[in-house]
T-cell receptor, first 117, second 109 residues
């Protein structure tokens, strides 16, 4: 079974500052990792995913994440945030990933990013 | 592109009432899912389907039922609504990534 821990429920940051949202996972098998973003009153949207290969993954809107197997982490980073990045961010893990498109994800509890001027 | 469409967006139910949350997708995805989202709890999988006629339980299936008669539609039924089912419900479909609907906010009083 897999589990995900997002250590911060809320992260306040000023516009144009860098940000890191932390995610740690637990799994007894190889994992596939994802970050989703949820803007107010909307569904979730995929930011980026790690399936294999390079441990540094780049996503949409200038976000990137690094897979660290020894520390079982998949932290999300952005070098300079905008007001429009204010949203809730969810880390998720899957114990398998099929090219047919099936995913059975376990989500973290979310981190609310609050960007102020 | 409509993507994943959920109805209704908002609903208030009395304890013991029944209702169906509708979900339809126009991307021809085989895989569909129902999640519930509660504050500070993230998303929990209720049910999922790997194709028409095939469904299976997720983490929190109690109090819910689903059916999948077509590829496009995956309705979620609440038979006897309880206050614990007050939540935001998300339907999703997948092919390489999950595509989510905009959610249905349900309140049970």
């Amino acid at each position: 079974a897999q589990s995900v821990t997002q250590l911060d429920s809320q992260v306040p940051v000023f516009e144009e500052a860098p940000v890191e949202l932390r995610c740690n996972y637990s799994s007894s098998v190889s994992v596939y990792l994802f970050w989703y973003v949820q803007y107010p009153n909307q569904g979730l949207q995929l930011l980026l995913k790690y399936l294999s290969g390079s441990t540094l993954v780049k996503g949409i809107n200038g976000f990137e994440a690094e897979f660290n197997k020894s520390q079982t982490s998949f932290h999300l980073r952005k070098p300079s945030v905008h007001i429009s990045d204010t949203a809730e961010y969810f880390c998720a893990v899957s114990g398998r990933y099929m090219n047919t498109g099936f995913q059975k994800l376990v989500f973290g509890t979310g981190t609310r990013l609050l960007v102020s001027p | 592109n409509a993507g994943v469409t959920q109805t209704p967006k908002f609903r208030i139910l009395k304890i013991g009432q029944s209702m169906t949350l509708q979900c339809t997708q126009d991307m021809n995805h085989n895989y569909m899912y129902w999640y519930r989202q509660d504050p500070g709890m993230g998303l929990k999988l209720i049910y999922y389907s790997v194709g028409a006629g095939i469904t299976d339980k997720g983490e929190v299936p109690n109090g819910y039922n689903v059916s999948r008669s077509t590829t496009e539609d995956f309705p979620l039924r609440l038979e006897l609504a309880a206050p614990s089912q007050t939540s935001v419900y998300f339907c999703a479909s997948s092919y390489g990534e999950l595509f989510f609907g905009e959610g249905s906010r349900l309140t049970v009083l």
